[in-house]
């Protein structure tokens, strides 16, 4: 008689505790869970000695691909009798880039880390398919050009140019025909050690060439010129950036380099300039938490400066969803009102009519980073000055081609970029 009652209140007490655990179970997965990833997260991507975030700091696990494509020009002869350059992209010539870093100690007060960059850079056959390191292009000759401005610095430019064949040696054209891996890594090998007519200039001009860090100095005194093989040589370039174990969301910013928070390649006008300032992430560690709003502030010891990215898009990489952070076009603009107050406005790196010059907006002197006339473009010019696409046959620029990016998965904390 009583059981229909009893089996009520049974009912009763098994939904009300359904009720109570189903509660419980929608506050540990909307309250307590995250919370629990995302502690889990922070305590993994901090630089601990001993965990595998810190052993993947030191020694990045597997091989990058450093891929290269070169300009080959078309009609060297041409150009000299006063035509418009033609070139022709070739590549990618691919490099599997093993990175490894020496710790050379940490802060506890400061939470940081102090280490040297070494860079090993191997020729992958396989990757770069029917191209070879060993093929051969036609380039403007990086030497000549940089012998021949140096020279302008103490004003002997006429002197140097009639003794271009004793500086040069071999490689005393304006446009030559190079292997690609004495381009990039191998070098082109000038300045011999003999006696002549030209030995004042000679000496005077190879040793302002030897301080530059593209050069290599051999055994018999003369010098060799690569554009990358400084980064095949243990750096002596000492970095400090942040471990974020005390605030684990400042994981990875760069907050010295050599002991200043400065460097000295920007300073011709301006001591201590927004331009020299050491700011941003190390390059590929960045803090957890990454949403559209985040903003990165990337210091790149290539070009030796900030470079600001921000979200742009949603973009899957192997079927694993990511942010996309980008520069945008005014990246290598000029923010400023003129050239005085302009810090990258360097004018060491000539125009093309041999005057001193800012370069116009997408165009960035590196010779104060370089130490060689170089310029710094996005590929193809892209986002630049018309005048600069205007005078060179063959260049296309494309966003979706030529755009630099960091592709950033924010919840395991991966990231692929592309330059």
Request: hydrophobic share 40%.
């Amino acid at each position: 008689m009583f059981f229909p009652r009893i089996r009520s209140k049974t009912v009763l007490i098994s939904l009300t505790i359904s009720i109570v655990l189903t509660v419980l179970s929608v506050i540990l997965i909307i309250r307590v869970f995250p919370d629990l990833i995302k502690n889990e997260i922070f305590k993994n991507v901090r630089l601990i000695r001993g965990t595998e975030q810190y052993d993947r700091f030191l020694e990045i696990p597997f091989p990058v691909s450093f891929k290269v494509f070169v300009f080959n020009v078309e009609n060297p002869n041409e150009i000299i009798s006063g035509q418009k350059p033609v070139v022709k992209e070739i590549g990618p010539f691919v490099y599997k880039l093993h990175w490894t870093k020496l710790v050379h100690g940490t802060n506890e007060d400061d939470d940081t880390i102090s280490y040297i960059d070494q860079q090993i850079y191997e020729f992958d056959s396989e990757a770069s398919g029917n191209l070879s390191d060993t093929n051969y292009v036609t380039v403007a000759n990086p030497v000549m050009l940089g012998i021949l401005q140096l020279s302008e610095k103490f004003g002997q430019a006429h002197t140097v140019s009639n003794c271009l064949t004793d500086i040069l040696d071999n490689i005393n054209t304006l446009f030559i025909n190079v292997k690609v891996k004495d381009l990039l890594f191998d070098g082109l090998k000038f300045c011999p050690r003999h006696l002549s007519l030209c030995e004042l200039p000679k000496n005077i001009v190879c040793k302002m060439a030897a301080q530059k860090k593209n050069m290599d100095k051999l055994e018999d005194d003369s010098l060799q010129f690569s554009f990358f093989n400084y980064k095949n040589k243990s750096h002596e370039t000492l970095y400090t950036i942040t471990r974020g174990i005390k605030d684990v969301l400042t994981l990875g910013q760069t907050v010295t380099i050599d002991n200043s928070p400065y460097t000295q390649f920007w300073n011709k006008l301006h001591k201590n300039s927004t331009c020299d300032l050491v700011k941003g992430s190390y390059i590929s560690l960045y803090p957890p938490q990454i949403s559209e709003e985040s903003t990165f502030k990337i210091y790149s010891t290539d070009v030796c400066r900030s470079v600001e990215i921000n979200f742009l898009k949603e973009k899957y990489y192997k079927g694993i969803k990511g942010y996309m952070f980008a520069p945008n076009n005014s990246s290598l603009r000029s923010k400023f009102a003129n050239k005085v107050e302009d810090c990258f406005c360097a004018e060491q790196t000539l125009g093309t009519h041999g005057e001193n010059t800012c370069f116009l907006d997408g165009v960035l002197d590196m010779q104060p980073c370089s130490g060689a006339p170089a310029l710094l473009s996005f590929p193809h010019f892209l986002w630049a000055d018309k005048i600069y696409l205007d005078g060179v046959n063959g260049l296309s620029p494309n966003e979706a081609i030529h755009k630099t990016y960091l592709l950033v998965e924010p919840v395991i904390y991966t990231f692929f970029m592309s330059i």
